[in-house]
């Protein structure tokens, strides 16, 4: 082969698996190229809350909070429901730890315990911790990024996402400083926060430290000699250049949100939308293919964290109709399904999520699906539903809206006796502040992230003044799959037969959740990707030491 290039390691994609392994392979002496397909780097880690989830950890440790392995582990038992690889299963708990710890320690990203933000499922299950579980990044100051700072990601979805911590959601609730407040201070001070600043904080160390980033470059082929992976042809502007990868390719390309047939496949979704880049096609089941890899799922497609959200007609994200994921909970709001019955815990996502994917032939198929968001004036006007901020009309054709419940149901096609039956029990409980039915607002992470804590209920309030409006459910996928190429506890890839291949690693979503299995908890992803990337290049970098 006629090499343009050649690097130690090649990482496709610059998420957090591609930027980890790219700087634990610099710092341990590589030379590292990260291959971005977008226009911008960062990745689909770049556009998320920014949290790792990890179970005990050091920074949980020197602010005060206890936990144990035990514990994390009966907690993950409980999620996963035998889908996990044990080994796997061990290996998070106990390299995820380490894998943070190089981090803040050696390669001096700023982290911080997010205090106060629970375990999705406590205090209902087992080994659920109150706190001390997810960390996330300093606020990091752009300026630091020079030259690079339009080239990385911020969310094309509004200022809150990068621009606010989860710690500060939390201190809000408990009755500190608004949200908005803390918004306007980290524009004007230009600090990027969440998976923003982490992606920034990544970036600005991978530079330090001699990594060659480049943008708007596909990787479109994985070159194999004697079933080993040697290097990648990159496609830019420019034309077809072929690289070699001396220790290994890293492939931390994200799920395949923005290919409908995979969607369809493994996640059975014959319609959905996403909030991920449209560079995230499933490249890494193309490129694997080569070195005999097959997709493997998982998991059942209904222990995916697939979101729910809305079409937001007349508004384009990157060049595609927009959707937008959506957090239940807000007082003066529930779900309901074509009977007009609400059927989960509306104030908690993964409840609701589960539930709309209930299929029963008896009744027709999925139950509860479609689906729509019942609100009124008061939840409008008070909490606003973005793009629409407090007090804002709603962009036209988003919602029906109608003066009476009985003329919404009409319009949007739900059993008007249903929905009016509901409305009127719901509200009952909200008089009491609790739900006889599902249980609305009795979890605190729900409470914390959706709940107005200048109520006494903070997920209930009675849906009651006119107009009211209807909105519809879609499903809203965000670059955690069902299916990913299988890999080792290093990150190896593992062929078709069962044997690793030689040069080929994957991390994050592109990676099958094997680990993990069934279930969810946010930051998990994005722990993922560091975990598997940093793993992956002390094999890489071990291998090369060994060589030398």
Same mark, same amino acid.
């Given at each position: 082969?006629?090499?343009?290039?050649?690097?130690?390691?090649?990482?496709?994609?610059?998420? !957090?698996?591609?930027?980890?392994?790219?700087?634990?392979?610099?710092?341990?002496?590589?030379?590292?190229?990260?291959?971005?397909?977008?226009?911008?780097?960062?990745?689909?880690?770049?556009?998320?809350?920014?949290?790792?989830? !990890?179970?005990?950890?050091?920074?949980?440790?020197?602010?005060?909070?206890?936990?144990?392995?035990?514990?994390?582990?009966?907690?993950?038992?409980?999620?996963?429901?035998?889908?996990?690889?044990?080994?796997?299963?061990?290996?998070?708990?106990?390299?995820?730890?380490?894998?943070?710890?190089?981090?803040?320690?050696?390669?001096?990203?700023?982290?911080?315990?997010?205090?106060?933000?629970?375990?999705?499922?406590?205090?209902?299950?087992?080994?659920?911790?109150?706190?001390?579980? &997810?960390? @996330?990044?300093?606020?990091?100051?752009?300026?630091?990024?020079? =030259?690079?700072?339009?080239?990385?990601?911020?969310?094309?979805?509004?200022?809150? &996402?990068?621009?606010?911590?989860?710690?500060?959601?939390?201190?809000?609730?408990?009755?500190?400083?608004?949200?908005?407040?803390?918004?306007?201070?980290?524009?004007?001070?230009?600090?990027?926060?969440?998976?923003?600043?982490?992606?920034?904080?990544?970036?600005?160390?991978?530079?330090?430290?001699?990594?060659?980033?480049?943008?708007?470059?596909?990787?479109?082929?994985?070159?194999?000699?004697?079933?080993?992976?040697?290097?990648?042809?990159?496609?830019?502007?420019?034309?077809?250049?072929?690289?070699?990868?001396?220790?290994?390719?890293?492939?931390?390309?994200?799920?395949?949100?923005?290919?409908?047939?995979?969607?369809?496949?493994?996640?059975?979704?014959?319609? =959905?939308?996403?909030?991920?880049?449209?560079?995230?096609?499933?490249?890494?089941?193309? !490129?694997?293919?080569?070195?005999?890899?097959?997709?493997?799922?998982? $998991?059942?497609?209904?222990?995916?964290?697939?979101?729910?959200?809305?079409?937001?007609?007349? @508004?384009?994200?990157?060049?595609?109709?927009?959707?937008?994921?959506?957090?239940?909970?807000?007082?003066?709001?529930?779900?309901?399904?074509?009977?007009?019955?609400?059927?989960?815990?509306?104030?908690? &996502?993964?409840?609701? =999520?589960?539930?709309?994917?209930?299929? +029963?032939?008896?009744?027709?198929?999925?139950?509860?699906?479609?689906?729509?968001?019942?609100?009124?004036?008061?939840?409008?006007?008070? &909490?606003? !539903?973005?793009?629409?901020?407090?007090?804002?009309?709603?962009?036209?054709?988003?919602?029906?809206?109608?003066?009476?419940?009985?003329?919404?149901?009409?319009?949007?096609?739900?059993?008007?006796?249903?929905?009016?039956?509901?409305?009127?029990?719901?509200?009952?409980?909200?008089?009491?502040?609790?739900? +006889?039915?599902?249980?609305?607002?009795?979890?605190?992470?729900? $409470?914390?992230?959706?709940?107005?804590?200048?109520?006494?209920?903070?997920?209930?309030?009675?849906?009651?003044?006119?107009?009211?409006?209807?909105?519809?459910?879609?499903?809203?996928?965000?670059?955690?799959?069902?299916?990913?190429?299988?890999?080792?506890?290093?990150?190896?890839?593992?062929?078709?037969?069962?044997?690793?291949?030689?040069?080929?690693?994957?991390?994050?979503?592109?990676?099958?959740?094997?680990?993990?299995?069934?279930?969810?908890?946010?930051?998990?992803?994005?722990?993922?990707?560091?975990?598997?990337?940093?793993?992956?290049?002390?094999?890489?970098?071990?291998?090369?030491?060994?060589?030398?």
């Amino acid at each position: 082969m006629d090499w343009d290039a050649q690097f130690d390691i090649v990482c496709v994609g610059s998420g !957090l698996g591609g930027l980890s392994a790219a700087l634990t392979g610099a710092q341990r002496g590589a030379s590292v190229i990260v291959l971005e397909k977008f226009v911008q780097l960062g990745g689909v880690s770049a556009l998320s809350s920014g949290q790792l989830w !990890l179970g005990p950890n050091h920074l949980a440790e020197e602010a005060g909070i206890a936990d144990s392995m035990a514990d994390a582990n009966a907690y993950l038992g409980h999620l996963n429901q035998g889908f996990a690889v044990p080994a796997l299963r061990d290996v998070y708990f106990e390299h995820s730890r380490q894998a943070l710890r190089y981090f803040t320690d050696v390669i001096g990203l700023e982290m911080q315990v997010v205090r106060g933000l629970p375990d999705y499922y406590y205090p209902l299950v087992d080994g659920a911790a109150a706190q001390g579980r &997810y960390v @996330e990044v300093k606020p990091f100051a752009a300026e630091r990024l020079g =030259a690079l700072a339009d080239v990385v990601l911020t969310s094309p979805y509004g200022d809150g &996402y990068s621009y606010t911590m989860s710690s500060e959601w939390i201190d809000m609730q408990a009755g500190g400083t608004f949200i908005g407040d803390r918004l306007a201070q980290h524009l004007a001070a230009g600090e990027r926060c969440a998976g923003a600043g982490l992606a920034a904080a990544q970036i600005v160390a991978a530079v330090a430290r001699g990594v060659d980033l480049r943008a708007s470059s596909e990787v479109v082929r994985l070159i194999v000699e004697n079933g080993a992976v040697q290097g990648v042809i990159m496609r830019d502007a420019t034309g077809d250049h072929a690289i070699r990868a001396r220790r290994g390719v890293m492939l931390a390309t994200g799920g395949y949100d923005w290919r409908p047939d995979l969607v369809r496949a493994f996640d059975a979704l014959p319609h =959905a939308g996403s909030m991920a880049p449209p560079s995230v096609t499933g490249d890494h089941f193309a !490129l694997a293919a080569a070195a005999g890899v097959m997709p493997l799922p998982a $998991r059942a497609p209904s222990q995916t964290p697939i979101f729910l959200g809305y079409a937001v007609p007349g @508004e384009s994200i990157y060049g595609q109709p927009s959707t937008r994921m959506w957090l239940p909970g807000a007082p003066h709001s529930i779900v309901v399904n074509r009977k007009g019955q609400r059927f989960a815990d509306d104030s908690f &996502y993964p409840d609701l =999520a589960t539930r709309v994917a209930r299929f +029963d032939g008896q009744e027709g198929g999925l139950a509860n699906w479609p689906a729509w968001i019942i609100f009124d004036q008061d939840m409008l006007d008070n &909490y606003g !539903l973005l793009p629409a901020w407090p007090g804002q009309p709603l962009p036209e054709g988003m919602a029906m809206s109608a003066p009476t419940l009985e003329a919404l149901a009409e319009a949007a096609g739900i059993d008007v006796a249903g929905l009016y039956a509901t409305v009127e029990r719901f509200n009952g409980f909200c008089v009491g502040g609790s739900d +006889d039915d599902f249980g609305r607002g009795k979890m605190p992470w729900p $409470r914390i992230m959706t709940g107005d804590p200048r109520l006494p209920h903070p997920n209930m309030a009675p849906v009651g003044r006119a107009p009211f409006y209807a909105v519809p459910l879609i499903r809203v996928t965000m670059g955690v799959p069902t299916a990913g190429l299988p890999i080792d506890a290093e990150g190896q890839v593992i062929d078709a037969h069962g044997d690793p291949v030689a040069g080929l690693y994957a991390a994050g979503n592109a990676a099958a959740w094997m680990d993990w299995g069934g279930g969810y908890n946010s930051g998990i992803a994005n722990m993922r990707g560091m975990l598997y990337g940093h793993r992956a290049a002390l094999r890489m970098t071990t291998e090369q030491e060994g060589r030398s």
